[in-house]
């Protein structure tokens, strides 16, 4: 197996010590993107927030240090849910902290569970009815922000070449959004700069 296409399937599902190096380097590589997110996100004390595709938790640790409420962190590797779950959140008022294994478009979880969803880095792995699940576990008028690395920057990059990756502009991401059932005039595609060279896409909408 190639390196490159080995690079891709561990971002999809880490696992191993490769998968704990590659959660290292990313949590690094995606730190503008996550404050980026979260300040959209915009969390309030009484939220339950559902982290979905979690990793290694530092997307969770950011949110609580800024607004300790109560947050689910779901993942579909147990390499990131172990490190996820050993994290110091350094939980002050108010923060609480859940782990779940799990896959979107299966999570377990009831119907409008949530207030908010959280989904960095994920959509890459997702078709439509895996974001729809995530609209499912959201209340009437919850609020889902995911991120994206645009197809523009991304394509650059030699992993995503072997086939693990949906990539994204703009139109494509609002698409995605309506075909998983959100209303297109509850959908704002925001192009952000997430790093040096890099164009990201954040995605708000509304249950």
Not at 128 to 139: C, H, I, M, S
Not at 154 to 181: I, K, N, Y
Request: aromatic share 6%.
């Amino acid at each position: 197996m190639g390196v490159m296409k080995a690079i891709g399937q561990q971002l999809a599902h880490p696992q191993g010590w490769r998968g704990r190096l590659i959660g290292a380097v990313m949590d690094r590589a995606n730190r503008q993107a996550t404050w980026l997110a979260l300040a959209r996100l915009a969390a309030r004390p009484q939220d339950h927030v559902l982290d979905a595709g979690c990793g290694t938790g530092a997307a969770t640790a950011a949110l609580l240090n800024g607004m300790p409420c109560r947050v689910t962190c779901v993942d579909a590797s147990p390499t990131m849910l172990r490190r996820a779950q050993g994290r110091d959140y350094g939980l002050g008022r108010n923060g609480h902290v859940t782990f779940h294994l799990g896959r979107i478009g299966a999570l377990p979880f009831a119907a409008g569970q949530f207030d908010a969803v959280l989904a960095l880095n994920v959509l890459y792995f997702c078709d439509v009815a895996g974001l729809a699940d995530l609209r499912r576990v959201l209340r009437p008028g919850g609020r889902l922000v995911a991120y994206v690395t645009a197809r523009e920057s991304m394509s650059r990059w030699p992993f995503v070449r072997h086939g693990t990756h949906r990539l994204f502009d703009a139109g494509t991401l609002e698409e995605m959004f309506v075909q998983a059932g959100f209303a297109q005039g509850r959908i704002v595609i925001e192009a952000v700069t997430a790093g040096p060279g890099v164009t990201g896409l954040i995605a708000c909408a509304t249950a």
